[in-house]
């Protein structure tokens, strides 16, 4: 039996050839008109996210920024229609641009493109201040269940999970994503945390820049 594959493309050669191209033709501006549609999108969230969070931080675009840094920032994010992962890219644009960029590394890039939509908001969960006062929380009350330096205890977090909207058990395939991407580690009581490269990534792509005195 023939590759199915092959004879879509036979055919698509066939009606080609008959009709001047015209299906090739429209696919093509088809394509064109989505992509061209998508990066409008993106950029116009782009930029008013990235003047968002430049302003809320009470800074301005600095005269120091790296053009090649905000550039490479920008092309990433073109035809990004996700405003999760956006969100991401405008606090860097952000950054870039107000030249806060001392933390920013082009692997993270990377890192971004890897991202679903709800690995995105499951990092930012666990890069959150909420979830780093519930850390030290459980890091204290196991220290006093277990002594220090042993089990911590999980109920601040999960709390804190769940007081989100989230149920923990909905979170499974994003946990084993961003382990995988080196983000996230588990505990001794198998609960997970930001590894040391999450911890910087989270701090340069999810943290807000820290607003100017």
């Not at 301005?60 to 092309?75: E, F, G, Q």
């Not at 971004?112 to 979830?131: C, F, N, Q, V």
């Not at 709390?159 to 991407?181: M, P, V």
């Amino acid at each position: 039996m023939s590759d199915p594959s092959n004879q879509i493309i036979e055919f698509f050669h066939h009606v080609d050839a008959a009709t001047g191209g015209y299906p090739s033709h429209l696919l093509e501006r088809l394509a064109d008109k989505v992509w061209d549609s998508g990066i409008r999108y993106s950029r116009r969230v782009l930029f008013s996210e990235a003047e968002r969070k430049i302003h809320e931080a009470g800074a301005t675009v600095s005269d120091k920024a790296s053009p090649r840094l905000i550039a490479d920032i920008m092309r990433n994010a073109d035809g990004v229609t996700d405003d999760a992962i956006l969100d991401l890219w405008s606090t860097l644009l952000a950054k870039a641009a107000s030249g806060d960029d001392k933390e920013i590394r082009p692997i993270y890039f990377e890192v971004i493109a890897k991202l679903s939509p709800k690995d995105a908001l499951t990092l930012s969960l666990y890069g959150s201040e909420g979830m780093a006062v519930a850390y030290r929380e459980d890091r204290a009350e196991g220290a006093k269940k277990y002594g220090a330096g042993t089990f911590m205890d999980s109920e601040a977090r999960r709390a804190y999970i769940y007081s989100q909207g989230i149920n923990i058990d909905e979170l499974t395939f994003c946990h084993d994503a961003l382990t995988r991407q080196g983000l996230l580690q588990t505990d001794k009581n198998h609960n997970y945390n930001l590894t040391v490269f999450g911890k910087g990534f989270c701090q340069a792509v999810i943290a807000r820049s820290k607003k100017s005195p």
